[in-house]
């Protein structure tokens, strides 16, 4: 009796959460829902935090580089923004029950990946400006719709991350503008440093459609809004214009508007080269890690001083009451 | 730091005791004549870094005049879900709201 009884208590819970999805409403932090539901919030919601955690690196790497002050304020506070972003996304992520350290810990021992793009070098100043243009650019593509996610936390810290989005996607291109008027050596830099980004820029929407098990599901919960070929195929649109006004040529045979989809073609990317790189042999991936790790070592007579501290005043103020 | 061995940690070693930092729940006032809102959490060791934390994370382009920090573990909160009977005096209340009542069309300013 008590087993019947529960069943139909699990199963109103369920149509509850099923209902709310349905009407695109959004389920928030104490609701019931599906256990799936919550694992596969956590593992997107902590990798996209990762990302931007270690996607610092690539351009924090060029900060005392900068060629102007004005360069360097402005990319100082794009990396500054990138690390806001994680913590907006661990402050969602902890909505679901996870514990902040445990995120970090499974970050620096590499049970949790972040995504691939960051695992590629920053080789010369215009990779600054190529990724602001192409790597947030693909990323307000891939973020846009999640705005409107069915987790409302998640949904939220999509919203503020999408604001300041667009001041890093402009930046780059400006930068991009400044050096396409400079000499016929800044020109090159630009076009390699295109050549470069564009193939992993592309991967960032993911595999493509076939190969993408979770996808169907994702969508089902409202979680996804669209697959991993349309954000692809979108980000292609927007960018093949700005390429042109920008004067660039991407690196791309099969790049031809066909007017019957009244899309771009574009190549296949090399999806070896993605898995390579998100199984850990990426360029740059042990170098990121451990940069990380480094961090967070270095870090840790700060944090360690500040909870003593704190402990000391809480203390004090115990005994002045 | 020569040691390659201390360079790369086991598991475990990474840690260090962030989770004595407690979880404050932030709220931020957008403009002067709007409430607070809620806007998200972070971790400190205490209300005035979390302050400090706060003006760095939520409020790097004016979105605030005034922010209140409070820990998470303070707030007492309603109820696990929103279609709980918690809600439902106001709910059965239509007459609460202004649409409730119908006036001709030709009444003007109400
Ligand atoms: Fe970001
Ligand atoms: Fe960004």
Known sequence: ?321 | MTDSTDRNPEPGQVRTPDTAWPLFEVFVRGKRGLNHVHVGSLHAPDERMALHNARNLYTRRNEGVSIWVVRAEHITASSPDEKDPFFAPSGDKVYRHPTFYELPDDVPHI
């Open chain 1, 1 to 321: 009796m008590v087993g019947t009884e529960s069943a139909t208590v699990d199963e109103q819970l369920h149509e509850h959460f099923t209902r709310t999805i349905e009407r695109d409403q959004r389920v928030e932090p104490r609701d019931w829902m599906p256990s799936g539901y919550r694992r596969t919030l956590v593992r997107q919601i902590a990798q996209h935090a990762h990302s931007e955690i270690i996607g610092m690196q690539p351009e924090g790497n060029w900060i005392t580089r900068a060629p102007s002050l004005r360069r360097k304020a402005i990319l100082l506070a794009k990396v500054q923004d990138e690390a806001g972003h994680g913590l907006y996304l661990y402050s969602a992520a902890e909505t679901l029950g996870v514990d902040r350290a445990e995120l970090t810990d499974k970050l620096l021992t590499q049970k949790q990946k972040y995504s691939s793009i960051f695992n590629y070098p920053t080789l010369t100043f215009a990779d600054i400006g190529v990724i602001g243009w192409l790597v947030d650019g693909a990323a307000i593509v891939n973020q846009v719709p999640l705005c409107r996610c069915s987790y409302g936390p998640y949904g939220r810290a999509m919203v503020r991350i999408c604001k300041e989005e667009s001041f890093h996607q402009r930046q780059g291109y400006e930068l991009l503008m400044t050096m396409m008027n400079g000499t016929r050596r800044q020109r090159e830099m630009v076009q390699d440093a295109t050549d470069r980004w564009w193939w992993p820029s592309l991967m960032m929407f993911g595999p493509p459609d076939g190969d993408s098990p979770n996808t169907r599901q994702s969508m089902e919960w409202g979680i996804k809004r669209h697959t991993n070929d349309e954000l692809r195929q979108k980000f292609v649109d927007m960018t093949v214009p700005q390429a042109e006004a920008l004067g660039v040529r991407l690196p791309d045979s099969g790049l031809v508007y066909n007017p019957e989809r009244g899309h771009y073609d574009f190549s296949e990317p090399d999806w070896d080269e993605f898995r390579r790189v998100l199984e850990g042999n990426g360029p740059c991936n042990a170098q990121r890690i451990e940069r990380r790790r480094e961090a967070h070592r270095d870090g840790a007579w700060v944090r360690e001083a500040a909870a003593a501290h704190a402990a000391k005043q809480q203390r004090r103020g115990r005994a002045a009451v």
